[in-house]
């Protein structure tokens, strides 16, 4: 046995059939009445995949294209709401890591993908499990642990962009007995990119170790340290060159917006914890997952966003920012198996805290035009001065859940009740100004399915999620949480004793409590128009995921999207209106192949239908269609000599399509990646 604590079990196989985000428990996904979907580390391999928007983006009800190519962030939306990013719904190894999504000072961690061992995505709220969450659901990403056989890995690769990587992943037992286990896995590279005069720079090493002194006890070490060099190439672009026609041309997808000498996001990232597994008598078992991380950045930036009246002078400001936080996160909880008679209980009680502390220091400068057609850099030089402390962010949530998955026959009820103590604290230095929230939430779900012989599997399920909400209204309220609720029905359909999977469901979200203008407009706030609480959207959705292997050579896997996101409830001229950034409909499919050769062929497309950049709809992105492509050849198969050895080609835009997308009326247009050719070869023994 290995630590398992709150990230999940470790599971090796090709495709994943368990799921360990929905429940907090290693639950088989055909018998849990919620949406759910696991990539796993093979299934990554065999699309080429980069990063973790590339793993994700071919499930139902994930969209990675709102904000192009970002080389800070992973920008991943789920269900019409932002999961990843500066959304800082992405949880690594069951707990939340520090970010802010605050200005120039956002920050967020990052992991490569290296690194992992899966991707889960949970659709939905929740909050019920994981306290302040987004309504349309997170994403829980795994560390690769430390193997019970000897294992060691190394690979080469390069790509289309200049980059050139080394990659190595050892682990094994350390003794006869298998009470002590390793496993370090790690990575440098440097790489150009699309954007002209950014260059990334990475090395992270990620080792573990797991102490296992009998079946019962099992404790793993996780340690990270990551460090990011180099630039940003999220180049925030006006719409007129880029998505609407100028008389100039078209602005090139490589265009630079900044200075050459002054672009830099440097990021190191240091973490620490464990994850603890006890089993207490027969029946119950204690686990705990702990962590704390420090994140320290620095981005100098120059935003050319405004667009002279001759429709081709971008002018703009300098800024510079230190940003350094630090974050501690426990998850313990008690998982306790009661059987009686034919009912089965499963039990999780468990208590999680999570603190953020946030210091951000800034400086402001100028810098002159550039041309956005025919760039000249260097022509006027930024004048900066230097960064002073600006803002302190200190964030706490306390929670604790109870959990009960009954199984009956063949009937499984899973019910969950939580309740969350979280504030937050800002200082702005400047102004030497102080505000705070403090507020409390009680969440829930419950679900129920049925498991026939055949595999089929129908389940509804009901849920809800919080986030805080920072401010008061005229009166002097404090705003209450932001609300979400759903109601999902579904069906999943595994043949018995098969891998395949396939899943279906139709839901609405609704959330409520979202910030508008106060209709008074005599109704002031620090001179400006109070808001209150009385906005809401609604989502509705159907969606259709599959992974089958129709023979032992040939898998096929894909999805699809149809999605009504609305404005329902709001104090202006938007209501009616569909939500920002969500896409009606995504499509998806993908096949691999693999020959008796030991050659493996696959291909994959991906459709995401038109949105609008707006809540007022008057920017309109084009739907977009991309074609990615695979060859993996296992050279074991033209000498013995060369077993364990494999070379991968990798394609991902393969037509090299040219795609914008904007979010606003006038600028922060964005291109989505141009095509990326990689090679690797990896060598396994």
Sequence with gaps: MTAQGLGGAIDAAPVATRSYGATKTDTAIVETPASVSVVTRQQMDEMGAQNVQDAVGYLAGVDIGTYGKDSRVEEIWVRGFRTGGFGNYMYVDGLRPPGSSTGGGAM??????????????????????????????????????????????????????????????????????????????????????????????????????????????????????????????????????????????????????????????????????????????????????????????????????????????????????????????????????????????????????????????????????????????????????????????????????????????????????????????????????????????????????????????????????FVPSSGEDYYGKAFDPIEGEQVELGVKYQPPGSRNLVTAAVYEIEQSNMLTTDPDPAHLCDGRTCQVQTGENRVRGFELEGTYALTRALSLSGSYTYMDARITQVNNANKGNRMARSPREIISARFNYRMPSGLSIGMGVRYTGSSYGNDANTVENSSRTLVDASLRYDLGGLDASLRGMHLSVNASNLFDKDYVTCNGPTGFCYYLPNRVVSASLTYDW
């Design 108 to 465: 967020s961690t990052r992991f490569d993908s290296y690194g992992l061992e899966r991707v889960e995505v949970l659709r939905g709220p929740a909050s019920s499990l994981y306290g302040q969450v987004a309504p349309g659901g997170l994403l829980n990403i795994r560390s690769k642990r430390p193997p019970q056989e000897l294992q060691r890995q190394v690979g080469l690769q390069t790509d289309s962009d200049g980059l050139i990587r080394a990659n190595v992943d050892v682990g094994g037992p350390l003794d006869e007995e298998r009470t002590w286990l390793y496993r370090l896995v790690s990575s440098a590279s440097r790489t150009d990119t699309q954007i002209d005069h950014v260059e990334l720079e990475r090395v992270f090493f990620n080792p573990t170790l797991t102490w296992q002194p009998s079946p019962r006890t099992s404790v793993t070490l996780l340690g990270n340290y990551q460090r990011d060099r180099g630039g940003n190439t999220a180049e925030r672009l006006p719409a007129i060159g880029t998505l609407l026609d100028s008389p100039y041309g078209k602005v090139s997808r490589t265009f630079f917006q900044g200075e050459p000498g002054f672009n830099r996001y440097d990021r190191d990232q240091t973490a620490i914890g464990y994850s603890l597994e006890q089993f207490i008598g027969e029946s119950a078992k204690l686990r705990q997952n702990v962590r704390y991380i420090e994140v320290d950045m620095i981005y100098d930036n120059v935003e050319r966003r405004t667009l002279a009246a001759d429709g081709r002078t971008l002018t703009g400001t300098a800024e510079s920012n230190e940003n350094q936080g630090k974050g501690f996160s426990a998850d313990t909880n008690l998982l306790y198996a009661l059987e009686l008679g034919p009912v089965t209980h499963m039990l999780l009680g468990g208590f999680d805290y999570h603190w953020t502390d946030i210091e951000l220091s800034t400086a402001t400068g100028t810098v002159g035009p550039l041309d956005l057609f025919e760039p000249v850099y260097g022509a006027t030089p930024v004048v900066i001065g230097e960064r002073t402390p600006s803002r302190k962010d200190s964030r706490i949530q306390r929670g604790i859940y109870l959990q009960d998955q009954i199984f009956w026959n063949k009937w499984t009820l899973t019910a969950g009740l939580r309740h969350d103590w979280a504030s937050t604290r800002v200082i702005q230095l400047a102004s030497n100004t102080r505000t705070g929230t403090s507020t409390e939430a009680t969440t829930g779900r419950i679900g129920v399915n049925y498991l026939f012989d055949n595999g089929v599997a129908p389940y509804i399920s009901y849920s809800t999620s």
